[in-house]
């Protein structure tokens, strides 16, 4: 009776794994038999489409972004294949450059196989935004036209989404609408903003942006003095506030050793200097006060402690006992100098052989006996004289003459 058993239970295992594969090889059929899916993704709106998501009705977990690294940009198709599937009826989730979403629940693809997203009926308005500056253009807004100031949240989304407009280049704007009175507002690189207000897109198709609408900041000059050990190469100045050092303001020349440019900064009084030698080594100060210091020495150490070179007044001594001090501001050197008392006569040149040359001082003798008013006489190489009577020769002070 075992062997019979035996075999039975043998016929019965067969007839299950019969049976397993019989359902295996039924659902491969059917998966077989699924027609290929496909749908195309209508973008009518202004913002690019970022994101599309299909998913079983209700589901919580969205699955993956069947876009992929693709987008569907204004006005353009996307045909987008979903391979072999049975279902007809899925949750959509279209997600724009702004975030906003346009959730659709339970569409049957089967017969709906093209979704559209905006209105295609509206026009399209098409117009040229041109960079007409020398920075890019790194953000730009378009809302209706109102008189009254916006917060920046207000002004929707950028236009140009991933992309710049760099210097000198354009960019169409395109947008479905019927208005035609417009706001914009360019960004630039350097964070600076040009609003222009009330533009009618319908008659005016190409707006330039000049940074000629950027209300103009203070202008500050520093001087920089080289007293370094080397030439320098490049020289860069910018507002601290700035996220970069802007262009060499030296250009094509250098400053060597010994000289000075004179550089003009807008915006507030505290700036980032750098400089850059031949070899390649740089030195930077930050958060310079150049309200405060206009004058900058660049010179071993000066990173770390500003240099001062403003000239420091001499410490003249008096004149010796006996002498006065004469200084000749005149245009023409001294040839002769003549002091006597009061009411006398001039008697003996005191220069005697010596000349007084223009800008320079000397200390010439004094009356004898110690007297100190004098009648003083001054004649310039020309034969101009110029007389100053009653002087206090004692009084320690330079006398100067014109």
């Known amino acids: 009776m075992r062997p019979i058993r035996a075999l039975r239970g043998a016929f019965a295992l067969m007839a299950i794994g019969l049976a397993l594969a019989g359902g295996a090889a039924a659902q491969q059929a059917q998966q077989q038999q699924a027609p290929m899916r496909e749908i195309t993704l209508q973008n009518e709106t202004d913002l690019v489409l970022q994101n599309f998501y299909l998913f079983t009705p209700n589901a919580q977990d969205r699955g993956q972004d069947r876009l992929g690294r693709d987008t569907v940009p204004q006005g353009a198709t996307f045909r987008l294949r979903l391979g072999r599937i049975q279902n007809c009826t899925w949750d959509t989730v279209a997600i724009f450059q702004d975030g906003s979403e346009d959730i659709r629940r339970r569409v049957d693809i089967c017969r709906t196989q093209r979704l559209v997203y905006g209105d295609p009926a509206l026009p399209t308005l098409e117009t040229e935004i041109a960079n007409r500056s020398d920075i890019v253009l790194r953000e730009l807004y378009a809302a209706p036209a109102r008189p009254e100031p916006r917060a920046p949240e207000a002004w929707g989304p950028d236009r140009l989404g991933a992309g710049v407009i760099d210097a000198n280049a354009s960019f169409r704007?395109?947008?479905?609408?019927?208005?035609?009175?417009?706001?914009?507002?360019?960004?630039?690189?350097?964070?600076r903003e040009e609003v222009k207000q009330g533009l009618d897109l319908c008659a005016n198709r190409t707006v330039a942006f000049d940074r000629s609408?950027?209300?103009?900041p203070p202008t500050h000059s520093v001087a920089l003095v080289n007293r370094h050990l080397a030439t320098v190469q490049e020289v860069y100045v910018s507002p601290s506030s700035d996220s970069d050092w802007g262009p060499d303001r030296l250009g094509a020349a250098t400053l060597p050793q010994g000289q000075e440019t004179v550089v003009q900064v807008e915006g507030g009084c505290e700036a980032d200097i750098?400089?850059?030698?031949?070899?390649?080594?740089?030195?930077?100060?930050?958060?310079?006060?150049?309200?405060?210091?206009?004058?900058?020495?660049?010179?071993?150490?000066?990173?770390?402690?500003?240099i001062e070179e403003t000239p420091v007044?001499?410490?003249?001594?008096?004149?010796?006992?006996?002498?006065?001090?004469?200084?000749?501001?005149?245009?023409?050197?001294?040839?002769?100098?003549?002091a006597a008392p009061p009411g006398a006569p001039r008697g003996a040149d005191r220069l005697g052989a010596d000349v007084l040359p223009v800008g320079d001082a000397m200390d010439l003798p004094g009356l004898e006996g110690g007297a100190c008013a004098a009648d003083l006489v001054v004649v310039f190489r020309d034969g101009r004289e110029v007389s100053r009577p009653g002087v206090d020769?004692?009084?320690g002070e330079e006398i100067e003459v014109r």
């Not at 704007?173 to 964070?191: G, K, S």
């Not at 609408?213 to 103009?216: E, L, N, Q, V």
């Open 173 to 191: 704007l395109r947008m479905r609408t019927r208005d035609c009175a417009f706001d914009l507002r360019a960004v630039y690189a350097d964070d």
């Open 213 to 216: 609408g950027i209300p103009r």
């Open 393 to 395: 020769l004692c009084r």
């Open 274 to 306: 750098r400089i850059v030698f031949p070899n390649g080594g740089a030195e930077e100060a930050r958060e310079v006060n150049i309200c405060d210091q206009p004058r900058i020495v660049i010179a071993p150490g000066w990173v770390v402690q500003r």
């Open 313 to 338: 007044p001499a410490t003249t001594p008096v004149p010796s006992p006996g002498s006065f001090r004469l200084r000749n501001a005149g245009p023409l050197p001294v040839v002769e100098v003549y």
